[in-house]
C-alpha cells in the first residue's frame, strides 16, 4: 500500500484560528494533568445542583420530555424568568423578549452576533471574562479594554472609558458582579456607563451571570435604571446561581426586536436547550431558595477567610463584593503572571488563573476562585502566600 500524500487542506478562518486559547483553560488543563493539585483556578461551585433540581431532570426523562422545543425556550420557563427578572433583578419584560442559549456564554456570543458586524469595536472591561475576546474575532469585531484600575478596587475608570467611544464603537460591555475580580458596581457608575452608551446610541450588554452572588451592599441593573431603552440587553446563567456549570443553560432579555435576530442565531447554532435541563431549571427557580442564600453564605465565609490570609501577607489588592473571585497581588514573587501561575502549579501543586488571562490591568495579579472548600482555600492560598515571598 502507498503512503498517501499529504494533502494540502484549504485555509482555516483567520481570525478564530489566530486567537490564543484562554488563559484560563491552559492552566485548568495542566492542573488536571497533575492529580493531587488544589484548584483554585476554574469557577466551578464545588455544591452539588440542589437535589429538587436533579429529581426534576430525572422526571423529565422518564416522561419522556427529551423533545425539541421553542428555540426561545419552554414557554412554560419564560414566564418563570418574567417572574424571577422583576423580583430579583428589577426588570420588567416579557416571554417574547426572552431567548434562552447553551449557558450564558451562548446567550452571550448570540446576543454579539446578533448586533455586531466586521469591523466594529465593543469595549471591554480590562480585567475582564476571557471569553468576550474570543468570541469576537469570528464574527470580524475588535475588542477594545476599558481600564478597571486595581488603585480604585477595580472600578471602571469612567473618564478614560467616555475617551475610547469612536465612530466604530458598537457595544459597550458591563460586567457587574465582576469576573475576574468580584467588584459590584454602585448605582451611580451604572447610571453613568447607561448615560454614555445612550449618548454614543451604542448597544449596552449587561453580563448579569453572577447576580445573585452578592457578598456585600446591593447590586443594580442597568435594565432597572433604564426601563425603556431598547438598547440594554441583559445576560443571565443558572451555572452560578444553582450550581448547574454542566446543565448548560443562560438566558437573555432585551427588546422584542433583538430578541427575535438572537433567536435567529440560536436557530442556526443550537435548535434549543437541552429539554432536560429547561425542566430542572423551572425547578430551580420555583423551589426552595434556601440553597442559594446557603451557597452565598459560604463564599462570603470563604471570601473573609482568604482576605485575611492575603491581608497578612500583605497580597491583598480589593475586597470583593460579589461573585466568587478574588484578586492576589504576585508582583513581590518577581515574575510575570502567567509564568507565576505555572511555576507555582509545578512546584506547589496549586493551580490560579493569571491576571493576564483578563487583559493587562491585572498582569502582577492572580485569580483565586472562592467556589473551592474551606480547606483548600486555607491550605493553597497559604502556599501562594509562601511562595511569592520565598525569595524575598
Known amino acids: 500500500m502507498t503512503r498517501m500524500a499529504r494533502i494540502a487542506l484549504p485555509s482555516l478562518a483567520g481570525g478564530p484560528a489566530e486567537m490564543l486559547h484562554s488563559g484560563i483553560r491552559e492552566v485548568a488543563n495542566e492542573a488536571l494533568r497533575r492529580p493531587g493539585t488544589i484548584r483554585l483556578d476554574v469557577g466551578q461551585p464545588d455544591f452539588p445542583t440542589p437535589q429538587h433540581v436533579k429529581d426534576a431532570g430525572k422526571r423529565a426523562i422518564d416522561e419522556n420530555k427529551t423533545f425539541y422545543t421553542h428555540t426561545q425556550g419552554l414557554l412554560s420557563l419564560r414566564e418563570k424568568l418574567v417572574d424571577k427578572l422583576a423580583r430579583v433583578n428589577g426588570i420588567t419584560t416579557s416571554v417574547e423578549a426572552i431567548a434562552c442559549g447553551p449557558g450564558g456564554v451562548g446567550a452571550i456570543a448570540a446576543t454579539f452576533a446578533a448586533v455586531l458586524e466586521p469591523g466594529d469595536e465593543v469595549l471591554l472591561p480590562d480585567p475582564g471574562w476571557p471569553n468576550y475576546r474570543m468570541m469576537l474575532p469570528w464574527l470580524g469585531a475588535r475588542a477594545v479594554d476599558y481600564p478597571c484600575p486595581p488603585s480604585a478596587g477595580f472600578q471602571p475608570d469612567l473618564d478614560a472609558l467616555e475617551r ?98 438572537v433567536t435567529k442565531v440560536l436557530e442556526s447554532n443550537s435548535s434549543c436547550v437541552s429539554t432536560i435541563t429547561q425542566v430542572a431549571a423551572e425547578a430551580a427557580l420555583v423551589g426552595p431558595q434556601d440553597c442559594v442564600g446557603e451557597m452565598v453564605a459560604a463564599y462570603r465565609r470563604r471570601r473573609d477567610l482568604v482576605v485575611g490570609i492575603l491581608r497578612d501577607a500583605e497580597l491583598l489588592i480589593a475586597e470583593p463584593a460579589g461573585a466568587f473571585y478574588i484578586m492576589a497581588d504576585v ?62
Open 164 to 261: 475610547l467611544f469612536t465612530p466604530r464603537t458598537k457595544v459597550l460591555v458591563v460586567n457587574s458582579p465582576n469576573n475576574p475580580t468580584g467588584a459590584v458596581y454602585p448605582a451611580s457608575t451604572i447610571a453613568t456607563m447607561i448615560d454614555l452608551a445612550q449618548r454614543h446610541n451604542v448597544w449596552l450588554l449587561s453580563d448579569e451571570c453572577y447576580d445573585q452572588i452578592v457578598l456585600d451592599g446591593t447590586w443594580t441593573s442597568p435594565a432597572n435604571l433604564a426601563p425603556d431603552d431598547p438598547r440594554i440587553a441583559t445576560a443571565f446563567t443558572f451555572s452560578k446561581t444553582y450550581s448547574m456549570t454542566g446543565w448548560r443553560l443562560g438566558y437573555v432579555t432585551g427588546s422584542v426586536e433583538l430578541i427575535d435576530t
Open 331 to 392: 508582583s513581590p514573587a518577581g515574575l510575570p503572571a502567567r509564568e507565576f501561575a505555572f511555576t507555582f502549579l509545578r512546584e506547589r501543586g496549586v493551580s490560579v488563573a493569571p491576571g493576564t488571562a483578563f487583559g493587562q490591568v491585572a498582569r502582577d495579579a492572580v485569580r483565586i476562585s472562592l467556589a473551592s472548600s474551606d480547606a483548600d482555600l486555607q491550605e493553597g492560598v497559604g502556599r501562594l502566600a509562601e511562595f511569592v515571598h520565598r525569595g524575598t
